[in-house]
């Protein structure tokens, strides 16, 4: 109410300037007025014009003092409420229309001394926060105030809150009288700009050393572009990319090399994943491993970093997908060659074990080639006298069908190589009744070599003696 009666008695006043304004002023008479003007009757005055109003309807200011005061009222009013943005900007207003611009109230210049003393004496960002509240409350009392908006900005930055900078620079953006800008905003403006931009590559760099993905790789260097900010490289990344390089030099004296700067280059990417460069090369010793999707891929990346060479990155991005096509049809040729190889070598291998099956068996027709002859007939001029050994429902068995034979063979046995039987009977020209043969198959099955041990009538060993067979062949 008392602001309302305080715009009442200011449109009165300048109500009734302006009527005065346009009054003409006359001296009075200097002798009193004759009979005659005295029986005439009083003229009645002239009538006013109305007072000029502005386009909205108010009075217009006609003096600096009337515009004062209206400053004056307005500015009492923000002060009760400082949170009102829009009363803020009619302040404002009012402020830059006068001319001289209204001087700076007693009180936001003591606010301002404080707050500079404050900033000065500051060490922690507690202390710039002081500051910066100080600088504050002098724009509160003088909102036309650009340079306490400012100072608020600078003790803002120092105390790193990133809110209360934007919001200073905005105001003092506000009350800055065109012209007046020095570029100091500006500099304090990138100054926010690149804390705002390290505090969100911190932030996605803790995301990305979980998750190394390609997508994080590109976020990355989305900010990095957007913010034309080209982050400091980290000396251990330099370290890997430097070493990189180095083993890319020296790759065609020694074998393994190219692998081995694929890997350093990778290295060097997880912690500076914006660097361009690094993807650039990254591709070329890919490219020389033979890994040409990840070649592409690592392109992809480098032309985020660097849109100017769309071109010639993305034709190079197409000869990749080439060589990648070829590389997998020689591989795709490769692998049906190697397995023909391997089909080709399983059909000798079975070949091979059935000639081993067939050849490699006791089975057969076997003449005895034991010198000096003691116990077996036949020889091998006489097949007609040659020990038969076959297998039959799982059972071997030795026959010979020599006229005159006087022993027989019994306790047949096979077990892997060898062979064992006994060889019973009577012969007068060897009176041992009992032989016991072992037999072993020669590597290439055409010999059986063996040892018989004969015991006398008590079975009793009385000796032993070799013995030779050899395969009659068809």
């Known amino acids: 109410m008392k602001i309302k009666s305080i715009r009442i008695s200011l449109f009165v006043f300048l109500l009734t300037a302006a009527i005065a304004a346009q009054t003409p002023q006359t001296p009075a008479p200097s002798t009193k007025p004759s009979a005659k003007q005295a029986a005439k009757p009083a003229a009645k005055p002239a009538a006013k014009p109305p007072a000029k109003r502005s386009a909205a309807g108010q009075p217009q200011i006609s003096s600096a003092a009337a515009a004062q005061k209206l400053l004056d009222a307005d500015l009492v009013e923000f002060q009760s409420k400082p949170e009102d943005a829009a009363l803020r900007q009619k302040v404002i207003a009012q402020a830059k229309s006068m001319d001289p611009e209204p001087a700076i109230p007693q009180p936001a210049q003591d606010s301002f001394s404080q707050a500079t003393a404050q900033l000065q004496a500051a060490t922690r960002p507690d202390d710039f926060k002081a500051a910066a509240k100080l600088f504050e409350q002098a724009a509160t009392q003088a909102p036309w105030y650009a340079d306490a908006d400012y100072f608020a900005g600078v003790a803002y930055n120092r105390a790193g809150d990133f809110d209360g900078i934007r919001r200073s620079l905005e105001l003092y953006q506000a009350a800055v009288h ?245 060889l019973t009977g009577h012969d007068s020209a060897f009176p041992y009744s009992e032989v016991d043969v072992t037999f072993a198959l020669s590597p290439d099955g055409q010999k059986l070599d063996g040892r018989g041990n004969y015991y006398d009538k008590e079975n009793f060993a009385a000796g032993y003696y070799s013995v030779l067979w050899v395969r009659r062949q068809p």
């Open 178 to 422: 065109p012209g007046d800008e020095s570029g100091k905003a500006q500099e304090l403006q990138r100054d926010l700009d690149r804390q705002q931009f390290e505090r969100q590559l911190a932030e996605m760099m803790q995301k990305f050393s979980a998750d190394p993905s390609d997508a994080a790789r590109a976020e990355i260097i989305k900010l990095v572009q957007a913010a034309k900010i080209q982050p400091d490289t980290p000396e251990v990344a330099r370290g890997h990319y430097v070493t990189a390089v180095a083993l890319m030099n020296a790759a065609d004296d020694n074998t393994g090399y190219e692998q081995r700067a694929v890997n350093e280059f990778k290295a060097a990417l997880l912690t500076a994943p914006w660097w361009g460069e690094a993807y650039k090369r990254l591709s070329a010793a890919q490219t020389a491993v033979g890994q040409f999707a990840d070649a592409g891929a690592s392109l992809n990346l480098y032309l985020l970093t660097q849109p100017s060479d769309a071109r010639a990155i993305q034709d190079e991005i197409y000869s990749l997908k080439v060589a990648e096509l070829k590389a997998e049809d020689d591989q795709a040729k490769q692998q049906a060659e190697d397995q023909r190889k391997k089909q080709m070598l399983e059909q000798q291998q079975k070949e091979q074990t059935t000639v081993k099956s067939e050849v490699f068996t006791f089975e057969g027709d076997w003449y005895d080639a034991s010198s000096p002859k003691q116990y077996f007939v036949g020889g091998k001029d006489e097949p007609g006298c040659d020990y038969e050994i076959r297998k039959k429902g799982g059972h071997w068995s030795i026959s010979n069908h020599c006229p005159g034979l006087k022993r027989s063979i019994d306790r047949l046995e096979v077990q892997g190589g060898q062979l064992s039987f006994r």
